[in-house]
């Protein structure tokens, strides 16, 4: 079946229009069209969910509210969507948090690898801190942006070109990395290379590396790095990549209140609708992965994970907290602030990973 056709069974088709005044138009009764943007293609399940999310807007409204795409950096530069949707240019926008470092600190707690292999958990954490603690709102509100839903990676897996199996099949490795991975995967053995999204399949492709580190498998799979490392590991690092939808403050302010208390319902339901998402999407997308291109997943036992986390979280999470202290803020209370809602979210979650749907779908598999 077709990547693409796969990666958008759910979706909606996009929907077009051109943009009126912001600040008016709702109140005169026009169609009003936000202008949402990205720095990925568009094949990615992220934005399969956020053209979901218009659809349903533009059902809720009667029509009131739809949407305009662009992807691949049309607009504005990844690290610029926030002041482009700040200065009215964007309405709203998929992102990355990684792309803003200086403008997000203590929310780079949710990157925090070991603490969560869920991202549904994650995301309902992610929002108990934004809508609870004044200093992680604070960082959004500084720019002028709305936090929308998180619209998050699921488990962060190892892609490579040869199996790995144990922690000793990680050391010498070249992996692309990034963050706290990176760092986890270089206290393990590997040597660590920055490489950017739309370079990995080549990177793969010429051998600059032997695989890629921090890649969930629907986005492998939309980006075929499978086919060049058909080979998935998941080490026990869990789910620490921090990607979210944000809309424009003052084009949200602009709103009416009965139609912002909308759109925050439906970013609520944006979790619920990707827990059920990805499952379906893992059941679509493995079969050919294996059959085609022999892709194999693997799971590190418990005691191996247990192995990993012990060898890198500490020093990861003692780092972190000391640069937020260096820089005046309280690191370690919302380290402990994310841990605990973690605890809070993760009893009855029913989220699969893809592994686990493999171990399903090939009960046989070594």
Known sequence: MNRRKVLQFMTLASLSGTLPMLNTAHAQGKKHVFVNHTYSNDVLYDLVIIRWFYEELEKRSNGRYTAKFYYNEALTKAADQGS???????????????????????????????????????????????????????????QDIVLIAPVLQTEMAITSKKPIRKIEDL????????????????????????????????????????????????????????????????????????????????????????????????????????????????????????????????????????????IVTPKIWENWVAEMNKAGFPGERILNQYMEAVKKHAPGDTYKSAFAVYREMYPDAA
């Open 84 to 142: 482009a949707a700040a200065s009215g240019t964007i309405d709203s926008f998929f992102n990355s948090l990684g792309y803003n470092p200086t403008e997000f600190k203590l929310n780079r707690v949710f990157e925090h690898v070991g603490l969560t292999n869920s991202f549904y958990v994650q995301g309902k954490a992610i929002m108990d801190l934004y809508n609870s603690e004044p200093l992680i709102r604070q960082e959004w509100d500084k």
């Open 171 to 310: 050391r010498g490795l070249k992996l692309r990395g990034y963050a706290q991975s990176g760092q986890a995967l270089s206290m393990l053995g590997s040597e660590i290379l920055t490489i950017a999204a739309p370079e990995r399949y080549d990177a793969l492709a010429k051998g600059v590396v032997d695989g890629m580190s921090g890649i969930a498998v629907d986005v492998a799979y939309g980006e075929r790095l499978h086919e060049m490392s058909p080979h998935f590991v998941d080490i026990g690092l869990g789910v620490y990549s921090f990607t979210y939808f944000a809309m424009s403050k003052p084009t949200f302010d602009s709103l009416p209140q009965e139609d912002q208390a909308m759109i925050k319902e439906l970013g609520a339901e944006v979790l619920e609708k990707m827990k059920t998402g990805f499952i379906d999407l893992y059941k679509t997308i493995i079969p050919g992965m294996v059959d085609k291109h022999k892709s194999t997943f693997y799971e590190f036992s418990e005691e191996q994970r247990a192995e990993v986390l012990k």
